[in-house]
């Protein structure tokens, strides 16, 4: 290929976009890396630079303060429930309340303890809850 078919790749963005790729703790990034695209919206990247500063602040200051080791994708076992009669398997439902903690720190540690150290990411998770009632019942069955 002498000439590349988009000007992302005339670029270099899905260079980087796949170098983001390897970096990834699981599968279901992929589907928000993808979704990147190039911009040249000034405001738009300067917006996403600060969450991206944010971010690394975080890393920088130690690199296990963010629970992210049980963030799994639920889209296939979520879609064989499709059917009726069909229920999750233990071991699904076990995955499920153990990603549901995990959401329940981050929004614990970005609505508590670090609001004002990272605004940005505190007011991205400011409408994420974990239902107290789910992870009980969850508990119930397994």
Do not use: W
Not at 85 to 97: A, N, P, R, V
Request: charged letters at 25%; a negative charge; one cysteine or more.
């Amino acid at each position: 290929m002498i000439y590349p078919d988009s000007f992302e790749q005339k670029i270099g963005v899905d260079i980087v976009r796949n170098n983001i790729k390897r970096m990834c703790v699981n599968d279901l990034s992929y589907v928000f890396i993808d979704k990147l695209n190039f911009t040249n919206d000034y405001y738009l990247i300067k917006h996403r630079l600060e969450y991206i500063k944010e971010m690394f602040a975080i890393l920088e200051s130690n690199i296990n303060v963010l629970p992210i080791y049980q963030i799994d994708d639920f889209r296939v076992p979520f879609k064989s429930t499709e059917i009726e009669g069909t229920f999750l398997e233990t071991d699904i439902l076990l995955s499920i309340k153990k990603f549901l903690e995990c959401l329940g720190q981050l929004v614990d540690f970005f609505s508590k303890k670090n609001k004002e150290c990272h605004p940005l990411l505190a007011n991205y998770l400011s409408n994420v809850a974990v239902a107290d009632s789910v992870l009980k019942d969850i508990s119930r069955i397994l």
